[in-house]
């Protein structure tokens, strides 16, 4: 039974490229939820989603930042023109359905932007 | 909006203590209250999750407790091993905006447990 898988677990980027992150939820779960991790801050909520609608995107930069969780396949965190500031940990967390079931995470892609 | 706050920022004790994680939160308005571990470089492993009606969760040689009224829970975890070194996290669910899916986490407690 695995657990909310995230790949990749590292990635380096140069400014102005894109990222990809990916967000595989546990199985039966339709919730999805995206969190970053800046250096020395907490863990701050970026965007909810469910399949194929954004519940909540009011953590999310407005520019460059873009999410999405289809019919079929993983959740995308999406980040266009990166700059040296997107430096972070995302982590994604799943639940099987709305607010009253807990959070399960994953391990995190750690992106890097030389 | 929800603040969480968590002191000591980071704790040293030698094997065998007993010891108390604190975290205080802003809105008392809370759906639910989550302690996590973090190890380096890993995710995040749920510890125990108080519900705004309950006054304390216990979990092997861990202990949460919730004060709503107060604004504040406690980690109590007794005999500490020097496994349990990690950085422990808070996390408030929920607050008087009505979003009780968003979690706000605290900067964190960095425990060290020496042998």
């Known amino acids: 039974n695995a657990g909310v898988m995230q790949n990749p677990r590292h990635l380096v980027r140069r400014r102005g490229q894109e990222a990809r992150l990916r967000c595989s939820p546990m199985?039966?779960?339709?919730?999805v939820y995206w969190y970053r991790q800046l250096p020395e801050e907490g863990l701050k909520f970026m965007v909810y989603?469910?399949?194929?609608?954004?519940?909540?995107e009011s953590g999310m930069p407005k520019e460059r930042f873009s999410a999405e969780f289809p019919k079929e396949g993983p959740s995308i965190l999406r980040i266009q023109q990166v700059v040296r500031g997107d430096s972070a940990a995302y982590f994604c967390?799943?639940?099987?359905?709305?607010?009253?079931?807990?959070?399960?995470f994953g391990d995190g892609t750690r992106l890097s932007i030389l | 909006k929800q603040e969480v706050t968590q002191i000591p920022a980071a704790l040293s004790v030698p094997e065998g203590e007993n010891l108390v994680l604190n975290c205080s939160f802003t809105?008392?308005?809370?759906?639910?209250l989550q302690w996590f571990r973090q190890d380096p470089g890993k995710g995040l492993t749920s510890l125990l999750l108080?519900?705004?009606?309950?006054r304390e969760q216990t979990s092997g040689r861990l202990n949460a407790s919730l004060d709503k009224s107060s604004g504040r829970s406690t980690l109590y975890i007794a005999a500490s091993q020097p496994g349990d070194s990690a950085t422990y996290l808070c996390a408030g669910r929920g607050d008087s905006g009505g979003s009780n899916y968003k979690l706000t986490f605290g900067k964190g407690t960095l425990l060290t447990v020496n042998p």
């Open positions: 199985k039966g779960h339709s919730h």
């Open positions: 108080i519900q705004s009606s309950q």
């Open positions: 989603l469910q399949k194929e609608n954004i519940i909540d």
């Open positions: 809105d008392s308005a809370i759906y639910n």
């Open positions: 967390a799943s639940s099987p359905t709305g607010s009253d079931q807990p959070q399960h």
